[in-house]
């Protein structure tokens, strides 16, 4: 039983974790036009990149990420370098499912951006664990999805709704427009955030840690270790 | 004395440090410590590789932009170096372009060749402009510069930029002919004010 738990974490941390993380690299981008249906990939743009710099530092600064035991160089090799890359793709998934939930274009695309920028930047002085943070974040894009692929989508709408409408009589004189996408875009981008805090989830200290905490032991030389009793704790525990 | 770590209910878990390890250890033990060391690296290996070809294919599909997932088929193809024209429709396109019909044919061609990758289809489409666009009184531009960034296509896909199609129904032969054809007709001159103009013939 245990052998099947260190390997499925294996597989968890080393080959599931960095494929989720690339797949919300690769969809936080995807738009579906409104009217020809073709996709549209829009990379990420400078000030998200910003954002995944401000997150990956409120993960350290929280505990979710503990780069020391990431990345040491008391590890193997191999263990480093998908360490790193697990890191890497988070750095861009982050960036992507910001891209995700931002307006593409216009006077609403800065306003996302600064509230971004904002509650990222008071929280780095906060005292965050890792449970408040992922929680904190999922509420943060949940919030912002619902603004933009409900309420902003329903401004964007071809035919109008009543939200457009009342929009258009209060804000006249001020053009909101932007591209439409068709509601597939919506679901893409759910199913990206969806996959990111999953991903937290799983990078999480707490879910990659062995279930039974490791403990290095001595063993003396020629002696089976049932018959050993000196145990001492030599390092910490690793993945 | 060596290091093995393991649970607090005394089963393994990952074994250190590597091999050799000393004289009189358990066989099993050892064979066990060999297999997990074994089965971690090869986990690790497995999600590098797998990583780095993901993370390519993403890069490339931002790159390459494709609009559908029969764009990204396509562009796979191209990619690996296994795509190839329609014949079908190239041969439906060519049937209709010596009809005249010109952007029925420009419509087989786009079928034949999507990914715009074949240099003699992107050659006959940039004719299929020409002809139709072509006027005695005056040029159509917009068709004429679609052509041209046909023709340029063509020309950037052929060996060496330079493209000769073996065609008795056309009069141009060359890709370096059709662009030339197709930019002076983009051209405003003053002699476009030429009466004689109409004289003139459409290769």
Do not use: C
């Not at chain 1, 797949?23 to 249906?37: H, P």
């Not at chain 1, 199913?191 to 403990?215: D, E, H, K, N, R």
């Not at chain 2, 497995?46 to 790159?63: E, S």
């Not at chain 2, 666009?133 to 068709?143: A, F």
Request: without cysteine.
């Amino acid at each position: 039983m245990k052998d099947y738990a260190d390997r499925n974490r294996q597989l968890l941390q080393f080959i599931l974790l960095p494929t989720a993380l690339l797949t919300v690299a690769l969809l936080g981008g995807l738009r579906v036009d409104a009217q020809t249906k073709q996709f549209i990939f829009l990379p990420p743009p400078l000030v998200t990149l910003l954002l995944a710099v401000l997150l990956g530092s409120l993960f350290v600064r929280s505990g979710a990420i503990e780069l020391h035991r990431w990345l040491a160089i008391d590890q193997p090799m191999l263990t480093n370098i998908t360490n790193l890359l697990s890191l890497v793709a988070l750095f861009f998934a982050s960036a992507q499912a910001f891209n995700s939930v931002l307006p593409e274009s216009g006077l609403l695309h800065w306003m996302f951006s600064f509230f971004f920028l904002w509650t990222l930047w008071t929280n780095q002085f906060s005292a965050f664990d890792t449970r408040r943070l992922l929680r904190s974040l999922t509420v943060l894009f949940a919030t912002a999805f619902v603004l933009k692929h409900l309420l902003v989508s329903g401004l964007y709408a071809p035919e109008g709704g009543w939200l457009s409408r009342l929009a258009s009589t209060l804000l006249q004189g001020i053009a909101i427009s932007g591209p439409g996408f068709a509601p597939a875009t919506g679901y893409i981008s759910f199913f990206a955030l969806a996959l990111y805090v999953g991903a937290l989830l799983i990078m999480s200290p707490a879910s990659l840690q062995p279930a039974l905490t490791p403990v290095p032991i001595l063993i003396a030389e020629g002696s089976s270790t049932e018959d050993n009793t000196d145990r001492r704790s030599l390092t910490s525990p690793q993945d | 004395m060596f290091v093995v770590e393991t649970g607090v209910n005394g089963m393994h878990q990952t074994a250190f440090p590597y091999p050799p390890y000393p004289r009189g250890t358990d066989k099993t033990l050892q064979m066990f410590i060999i297999q997990a060391t074994m089965q971690r690296k090869l986990i690790q290996i497995v999600g590098i590789i797998w990583t780095a070809v993901y993370a390519a294919a993403i890069v490339w599909v931002y790159a390459t932009e494709p609009r559908s997932l029969k764009e990204v088929a396509t562009n796979t193809q191209v990619a690996a170096g296994v795509y190839e024209v329609n014949q079908e429709k190239f041969n439906n396109g060519l049937m209709l372009f010596r009809r005249d019909q010109f952007r029925a044919a420009r419509d087989e061609w786009a079928g034949a060749d999507p990914a715009q990758k074949d240099a003699r289809t992107q050659f006959y489409i940039a004719y299929a402009f020409y002809r139709e666009g072509w006027g005695r009184i005056y040029y159509d531009h917009t068709l004429f510069k679609q052509g041209v960034e046909a023709v340029n296509r063509a020309i950037m896909l052929a060996p060496n930029s330079s493209l000769t199609v073996d065609d008795p129904d056309l009069q141009m032969h060359t890709a370096a002919e059709v662009k030339v054809e197709l930019e002076q007709g983009t051209e405003k001159s003053w002699d476009d004010l030429n009466p004689l103009g109409v004289f003139r013939k459409r290769k």
